[in-house]
C-alpha cells in the first residue's frame, strides 16, 4: 500500500473511531448518518481532475439552481419567502428530483444596497436559507448572480428586465435608454441594448470603481457566511459562482472574444479567487465561467473562448460553463425532438477543456422552457443532455464502447423554483404589470417543482427523468457509467440504451425496468462507492448484480456487507445503495435495475457471468 492510500484507510479508522466527536460550531451527527457522513467527508477538493472527497473518493454533483427567485423583487433578492420555505424546497429537491447540491443564487445588489454598506440582514437570511439545504446533506455552491446587468437599466414599461447590479451602480453610469429593437428572446439584449452593453463594458474595464465595489461585497459575503454557518455546514459547501454568464458588452479597438477572456475576464477571477483566500475560503475552488458563448450551438452567435489561453489553473478553479440548445428554444433551426446523443459531443467539448486546464468541470446551467411553441421537445432535451452528464457516448453504443465513456459530469438544471406559476412580482416596480405564470421574469418558465393547491411541492417533469440513478461518490476511479431512466416523451417510453442481446441473460433481468451500470477501478478505500436511488427503486425490490455480490432487496449496510442500502443524510427519507471495495486497483462492476421480481439465484448467477465476461473485454 503506498502513502496515499495509507492516509486514506488510516483517515477511515480514524473518523470510524471519532465519529461522535464534535468540533466547535459543529451540529451532532444524526442518527441516520454513517460513520463516513461527517464534515470531513462532505469537504470537497479537485484532485486529478475530479471533485473528490477527503476519504479519497470521487463526488459527483448532481442538483438544481436555486433559484430564479432571486432575480426578482418580490422577495427582495432571495430565493425563498421565509426559512420554513426553504426548507420545504430542500426536502422536496432531495426526495423528489434526486439532488445532491446546488447552486444558490445570490444578489449584489440586494447585498449592497448602498455603496459601501453591506446590508447585514440580507446576509443573515441567505445564510440561514442555505443552511436548510445544507442541513438536508445538499451540497452547495453559492453564484452572484447577474442577467443584462441589472434591472435598474431598464424603464418600468419594458418588455424586458434585469437583475444583478444595484441601483446606484446604474445611477453612476448615465447610461442611454434601454432599446433592444426587434429582439425575440431576452438574450438578444446582451448583444443589442446599448444600455446593457455599457454598464457591462464599464463593470469589466472597473469604471467608477464598480468591479472593487463588487469584490469588496464578495469578500463580506463570503467572510459572513463562514462565520455564521456552523462549522458541518460550510464543509458542506463546496465553492463560489464568482459572476453568473460574463460577457463584454463591448471589446475595445482590436480585442476579440479571446483576449478579452485572457486580458480582462481571467484577471477578474484571480482578483476574485484572493478574496476568497482572504475570507477564509483557501480550500474550496472558485467555479469560474468563460465568455458565456464559447460553447453556443449557433455558428452566428459563438465565440472562441473557454480560456484557451489561461494554461493549467489547477485545483483551485473549477471550469464553470452553461448549455442551453438555442437551436431547439429558437423553434426553427431545430424543428424535431432531441434524440439519441444529441449532446455528447457539447458536452464532450466542457470534459476536454476541464481536462486540459487540469481540473473538473461542471454544467451550472441547462434545461429548456416548460411552456411554449417549443416546449414539446422539452421531454427528450431533457432526457439528452442528462445522458451527456453521465456519459460521452451514445446509448445505442454504449455497451459496444463502454469504455470510452469518460468521467460523469456534474451538473445544476435550470431551475427549482416552488413558487413557479404563483409569483406576484411587479415588473421594474410597475404596479401595472403584476407577473404570475411561470418564472416571472422574461417569460420564462423552466422550473422543475411547483406548489400544488395544498401547499405540497410537486414535479413539473417526468420524475424518471429528473429522480435519477448516479454515482455521487466512487471510491475508485470511474471508467464508465450509464443510467437508461425510461422516461416518457407523452405517451411514448424513451430507450436510448437498451441492454445487447448479447447479454441475453442481463436483458432479461432488466426487462422493462430501468437499469444502470457503474465501472469502476478500486483505489484501497474502506468508504463505499455511493449510488443515488430514485424513488422508483424502493430498496426491496432493487436487484444489484455485481462482481462484489447479486442482491434482491439489499440489506442495511454494515462495513462487512459488500452490497448495501441506506437513508441518505439529511433526514429528507433519500436513499443510496452503498457498495464496499476496500481492495486496490481492482476492476468492480455493478448493474443496478427495477425490472426484476424476485429474480432466481440461477438468473442472477448467469447475468453476472454475462457482466463480467463484458467487464473484462471492454476494461480489461
Given at each position: 500500500m503506498d502513502m496515499s492510500k495509507l492516509r486514506v484507510h488510516l483517515l477511515g479508522v480514524l473518523v470510524l473511531v471519532t465519529g461522535f466527536l464534535t468540533t466547535v460550531g459543529s451540529q451532532p451527527a444524526r442518527a441516520d448518518t454513517l460513520w463516513f457522513d461527517t464534515p470531513t467527508s462532505t469537504t470537497l477538493t479537485v484532485q486529478n481532475g475530479r471533485f473528490t472527497d477527503a476519504l479519497g473518493r470521487e463526488v459527483v454533483l448532481r442538483g438544481y439552481n436555486v433559484s430564479g427567485e432571486t432575480k426578482l423583487k418580490e422577495n427582495n433578492g432571495l430565493p425563498f419567502a421565509s426559512v420554513a420555505d426553504a426548507k420545504k424546497s430542500a426536502t422536496a429537491l432531495r426526495a423528489l428530483g434526486g439532488g445532491n447540491s446546488i447552486r444558490f443564487l445570490l444578489s449584489w445588489a440586494y447585498a449592497e444596497p448602498v455603496r459601501g454598506t453591506v446590508s447585514s440582514s440580507y446576509l443573515a437570511a441567505a445564510t440561514a436559507q442555505m443552511g436548510a439545504f445544507l442541513d438536508a446533506g445538499i451540497r452547495v455552491y453559492p453564484d452572484f448572480h447577474q442577467d443584462l446587468y441589472s434591472r435598474w437599466l431598464f424603464d418600468s414599461d419594458s418588455w424586458y428586465t434585469g437583475d444583478g447590479a444595484p441601483k446606484w451602480a446604474v445611477d453612476l453610469g448615465n447610461y442611454p435608454d434601454e432599446y433592444c429593437g426587434i429582439c425575440l428572446f431576452w438574450g438578444q439584449n446582451i448583444t443589442q441594448n446599448a444600455a446593457v452593453k455599457d454598464a457591462s463594458y464599464d463593470f469589466w474595464h472597473n469604471t467608477y470603481g464598480l468591479q472593487d465595489s463588487f469584490l469588496d461585497t464578495a469578500q463580506k459575503t463570503m467572510t459572513y457566511l463562514k462565520q455564521n454557518l456552523t462549522t458541518a455546514q460550510f464543509a458542506g459547501v463546496v465553492g463560489f459562482d464568482p459572476y453568473n454568464e460574463p460577457q463584454a458588452g463591448n471589446y475595445d479597438s482590436g480585442q476579440t472574444s479571446r483576449t478579452w477572456e485572457k486580458d480582462v475576464l481571467w484577471p477578474f477571477f484571480v482578483k476574485f479567487r484572493a478574496r476568497m483566500d482572504a475570507a477564509g475560503w483557501q480550500d474550496k475552488p472558485a467555479f469560474v465561467e468563460p465568455n458565456m458563448f464559447w460553447n453556443a450551438n449557433i455558428d452566428s452567435q459563438k465565440?472562441?473562448?473557454?480560456?484557451?489561453?489561461?494554461?493549467?489553473?489547477?485545483?483551485?478553479?473549477?471550469?464553470n460553463t452553461h448549455f442551453y440548445d438555442q437551436k431547439a428554444i429558437s423553434g426553427i433551426l431545430m424543428w424535431g425532438n432531441a434524440e439519441d446523443g444529441q449532446y455528447v459531443t457539447d458536452f464532450g467539448t466542457v470534459r476536454d477543456r476541464a481536462t486540459a486546464l487540469g481540473t473538473t468541470g461542471i454544467v451550472s446551467e441547462f434545461g429548456h422552457p416548460l411552456s411554449g411553441s417549443v416546449s414539446g421537445k422539452a421531454p427528450t432535451i431533457y432526457k439528452a443532455m442528462y445522458q451527456a452528464l453521465d456519459s460521452r457516448v451514445k446509448g445505442s453504443g454504449w455497451w459496444a464502447n463502454a469504455s470510452g465513456s469518460g468521467p460523469v459530469l456534474s451538473g445544476s438544471q435550470w431551475q427549482w423554483d416552488i413558487y413557479n406559476g404563483r409569483h406576484h412580482e411587479l415588473m421594474n416596480d410597475n404596479p401595472d404589470k403584476v407577473l404570475t405564470t411561470g418564472d416571472a421574469w422574461n417569460d420564462e418558465d423552466l422550473s422543475a417543482v411547483r406548489l400544488d393547491d395544498s401547499g405540497t411541492a410537486v414535479l413539473r417533469q417526468d420524475a424518471r427523468m429528473l429522480d435519477r440513478v448516479y454515482p455521487g461518490a466512487t471510491a475508485g476511479t470511474t471508467l464508465a457509467f450509464t443510467y437508461e431512466d425510461r422516461s416518457r416523451d407523452g405517451s411514448t417510453t424513451l430507450t436510448w440504451n437498451p441492454v445487447p442481446s448479447s447479454l441475453p441473460n442481463v436483458s432479461t433481468l432488466v426487462g422493462s425496468g430501468q437499469y444502470s451500470v457503474l465501472v469502476w477501478r478500486s483505489?484501497?478505500?474502506?468508504?463505499?462507492?455511493?449510488?443515488?436511488?430514485?424513488?422508483?427503486?424502493?430498496?426491496?425490490?432493487?436487484?444489484?448484480?455485481?462482481?462484489?455480490?447479486?442482491?434482491?432487496?439489499?440489506?442495511?449496510?454494515?462495513?462487512?456487507?459488500?452490497?448495501?442500502?441506506?437513508?441518505?443524510?439529511?433526514?429528507?427519507?433519500?436513499?443510496?445503495?452503498?457498495?464496499?471495495?476496500?481492495?486496490?486497483?481492482?476492476?468492480?462492476?455493478?448493474?443496478?435495475?427495477?425490472?426484476?421480481?424476485?429474480?432466481?439465484?440461477?438468473?442472477?448467477?448467469?447475468?453476472?457471468?454475462?457482466?463480467?465476461?463484458?467487464?473484462?473485454?471492454?476494461?480489461?
Amino acid at each position: 500500500m503506498d502513502m496515499s492510500k495509507l492516509r486514506v484507510h488510516l483517515l477511515g479508522v480514524l473518523v470510524l473511531v471519532t465519529g461522535f466527536l464534535t468540533t466547535v460550531g459543529s451540529q451532532p451527527a444524526r442518527a441516520d448518518t454513517l460513520w463516513f457522513d461527517t464534515p470531513t467527508s462532505t469537504t470537497l477538493t479537485v484532485q486529478n481532475g475530479r471533485f473528490t472527497d477527503a476519504l479519497g473518493r470521487e463526488v459527483v454533483l448532481r442538483g438544481y439552481n436555486v433559484s430564479g427567485e432571486t432575480k426578482l423583487k418580490e422577495n427582495n433578492g432571495l430565493p425563498f419567502a421565509s426559512v420554513a420555505d426553504a426548507k420545504k424546497s430542500a426536502t422536496a429537491l432531495r426526495a423528489l428530483g434526486g439532488g445532491n447540491s446546488i447552486r444558490f443564487l445570490l444578489s449584489w445588489a440586494y447585498a449592497e444596497p448602498v455603496r459601501g454598506t453591506v446590508s447585514s440582514s440580507y446576509l443573515a437570511a441567505a445564510t440561514a436559507q442555505m443552511g436548510a439545504f445544507l442541513d438536508a446533506g445538499i451540497r452547495v455552491y453559492p453564484d452572484f448572480h447577474q442577467d443584462l446587468y441589472s434591472r435598474w437599466l431598464f424603464d418600468s414599461d419594458s418588455w424586458y428586465t434585469g437583475d444583478g447590479a444595484p441601483k446606484w451602480a446604474v445611477d453612476l453610469g448615465n447610461y442611454p435608454d434601454e432599446y433592444c429593437g426587434i429582439c425575440l428572446f431576452w438574450g438578444q439584449n446582451i448583444t443589442q441594448n446599448a444600455a446593457v452593453k455599457d454598464a457591462s463594458y464599464d463593470f469589466w474595464h472597473n469604471t467608477y470603481g464598480l468591479q472593487d465595489s463588487f469584490l469588496d461585497t464578495a469578500q463580506k459575503t463570503m467572510t459572513y457566511l463562514k462565520q455564521n454557518l456552523t462549522t458541518a455546514q460550510f464543509a458542506g459547501v463546496v465553492g463560489f459562482d464568482p459572476y453568473n454568464e460574463p460577457q463584454a458588452g463591448n471589446y475595445d479597438s482590436g480585442q476579440t472574444s479571446r483576449t478579452w477572456e485572457k486580458d480582462v475576464l481571467w484577471p477578474f477571477f484571480v482578483k476574485f479567487r484572493a478574496r476568497m483566500d482572504a475570507a477564509g475560503w483557501q480550500d474550496k475552488p472558485a467555479f469560474v465561467e468563460p465568455n458565456m458563448f464559447w460553447n453556443a450551438n449557433i455558428d452566428s452567435q459563438k465565440q472562441e473562448g473557454g480560456f484557451l489561453d489561461a494554461g493549467t489553473v489547477g485545483a483551485r478553479y473549477v471550469f464553470n460553463t452553461h448549455f442551453y440548445d438555442q437551436k431547439a428554444i429558437s423553434g426553427i433551426l431545430m424543428w424535431g425532438n432531441a434524440e439519441d446523443g444529441q449532446y455528447v459531443t457539447d458536452f464532450g467539448t466542457v470534459r476536454d477543456r476541464a481536462t486540459a486546464l487540469g481540473t473538473t468541470g461542471i454544467v451550472s446551467e441547462f434545461g429548456h422552457p416548460l411552456s411554449g411553441s417549443v416546449s414539446g421537445k422539452a421531454p427528450t432535451i431533457y432526457k439528452a443532455m442528462y445522458q451527456a452528464l453521465d456519459s460521452r457516448v451514445k446509448g445505442s453504443g454504449w455497451w459496444a464502447n463502454a469504455s470510452g465513456s469518460g468521467p460523469v459530469l456534474s451538473g445544476s438544471q435550470w431551475q427549482w423554483d416552488i413558487y413557479n406559476g404563483r409569483h406576484h412580482e411587479l415588473m421594474n416596480d410597475n404596479p401595472d404589470k403584476v407577473l404570475t405564470t411561470g418564472d416571472a421574469w422574461n417569460d420564462e418558465d423552466l422550473s422543475a417543482v411547483r406548489l400544488d393547491d395544498s401547499g405540497t411541492a410537486v414535479l413539473r417533469q417526468d420524475a424518471r427523468m429528473l429522480d435519477r440513478v448516479y454515482p455521487g461518490a466512487t471510491a475508485g476511479t470511474t471508467l464508465a457509467f450509464t443510467y437508461e431512466d425510461r422516461s416518457r416523451d407523452g405517451s411514448t417510453t424513451l430507450t436510448w440504451n437498451p441492454v445487447p442481446s448479447s447479454l441475453p441473460n442481463v436483458s432479461t433481468l432488466v426487462g422493462s425496468g430501468q437499469y444502470s451500470v457503474l465501472v469502476w477501478r478500486s483505489k484501497g478505500i474502506s468508504a463505499p462507492t455511493e449510488l443515488h436511488l430514485p424513488a422508483s427503486f424502493p430498496t426491496a425490490t432493487t436487484t444489484v448484480v455485481s462482481d462484489l455480490g447479486t442482491v434482491y432487496g439489499p440489506p442495511a449496510y454494515s462495513s462487512t456487507t459488500p452490497v448495501a442500502a441506506g437513508t441518505e443524510p439529511g433526514g429528507t427519507g433519500s436513499r443510496r445503495l452503498l457498495l464496499t471495495a476496500a481492495d486496490s486497483g481492482v476492476l468492480h462492476y455493478a448493474l443496478v435495475t427495477n425490472g426484476a421480481t424476485a429474480p432466481s439465484a440461477t438468473l442472477l448467477s448467469a447475468a453476472r457471468a454475462e457482466l463480467a465476461s463484458w467487464a473484462a473485454s471492454e476494461f480489461g
